[in-house]
């Protein structure tokens, strides 16, 4: 059976994925690559582990967030459907049917205009794709570019993020800290509204609360 180890080693996922990174930073976005890769693909499957899934769903939701972004060398706009046809070519010959749609259906599910979660795979790379904002996303961190981009300034003014999955409280908490100086509390909201509305939506799939806490003040 494929698992994430198989994903990860895999010469063309390792393509996409690098391809990804050097695409995004050319056109000026965050980090979409392989540390963005590594921390979605390890909180999916945190969030699938606390949810009770089955061992196999676990690795599913793993190999889902791994792979999730790396459609986006062959363009932002619609990078969730050539990630999930990107998979489906990739590992047709050596995964079962079902289990090859159920990662190709999340890799897509994970931006979407409607907000829709098909399955319980999709919900855990949802929560874990949306938590991840942090300063090291950022590639351009000067001053000028940060006063002319809301994303990277946001991210670069994220001095800390802890994901928090409590199973027994079936609560996931995004705990934040924000220095102030250099990013207002409101201008998160306004940008990160229609992510935090995936990852309640996506909290609500799994019978989970998602909570968010931004410099120890609970918001969410
Ligand atoms: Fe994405
Ligand atoms: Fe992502």
Same mark, same amino acid.
């Given at each position: 059976m494929v698992t994430l180890k198989d994903v990860t080693s895999n010469p063309l996922i390792q393509e996409y994925t690098h391809q990804t990174g050097e695409y995004m930073k050319f056109v000026g976005y965050t980090d979409h690559g392989l540390a963005h890769a590594e921390i979605v693909a390890q909180r999916a499957r945190a969030v699938a582990k606390a949810a009770k899934l089955?061992?196999?769903?676990?690795?599913?939701?793993?190999?889902?967030?791994?792979?999730?972004?790396?459609?986006?060398?062959?363009?932002r706009t619609q990078h969730h459907y050539w990630g999930g046809l990107l998979f489906g070519q990739t590992f047709q010959s050596r995964m079962e049917p079902k289990e090859l749609t159920t990662v190709?259906?999340?890799? @897509?599910?994970?931006?979407?205009?409607?907000?829709?979660? !098909?399955?319980?795979? #999709? /919900?855990?790379?949802?929560?874990?794709?949306?938590?991840? @904002?942090?300063?090291?996303?950022?590639?351009?961190?000067? !001053?000028?570019?940060? #006063? /002319?981009d809301i994303h990277d300034r946001l991210n670069y003014a994220t001095t800390g993020n802890e994901f928090v999955v409590d199973s027994k409280k079936k609560t996931v908490t995004l705990k934040v800290k924000i220095d102030t100086a250099l990013a207002p509390v409101m201008e998160y909201f306004e940008i990160f509204t229609e992510r935090m509305e995936y990852s309640r939506k996506a909290g609500e799939r799994l019978g989970f609360k998602f909570g968010l806490v931004i410099n120890h003040f609970k918001l969410l």
């Amino acid at each position: 059976m494929v698992t994430l180890k198989d994903v990860t080693s895999n010469p063309l996922i390792q393509e996409y994925t690098h391809q990804t990174g050097e695409y995004m930073k050319f056109v000026g976005y965050t980090d979409h690559g392989l540390a963005h890769a590594e921390i979605v693909a390890q909180r999916a499957r945190a969030v699938a582990k606390a949810a009770k899934l089955q061992p196999r769903e676990q690795e599913l939701a793993a190999i889902a967030g791994y792979c999730h972004d790396m459609g986006n060398f062959l363009g932002r706009t619609q990078h969730h459907y050539w990630g999930g046809l990107l998979f489906g070519q990739t590992f047709q010959s050596r995964m079962e049917p079902k289990e090859l749609t159920t990662v190709m259906q999340a890799i @897509v599910a994970h931006d979407k205009d409607e907000i829709k979660i !098909p399955s319980l795979v #999709a /919900a855990c790379l949802i929560l874990a794709d949306k938590s991840d @904002v942090r300063r090291s996303r950022v590639f351009d961190g000067s !001053p000028q570019n940060r #006063a /002319a981009d809301i994303h990277d300034r946001l991210n670069y003014a994220t001095t800390g993020n802890e994901f928090v999955v409590d199973s027994k409280k079936k609560t996931v908490t995004l705990k934040v800290k924000i220095d102030t100086a250099l990013a207002p509390v409101m201008e998160y909201f306004e940008i990160f509204t229609e992510r935090m509305e995936y990852s309640r939506k996506a909290g609500e799939r799994l019978g989970f609360k998602f909570g968010l806490v931004i410099n120890h003040f609970k918001l969410l």
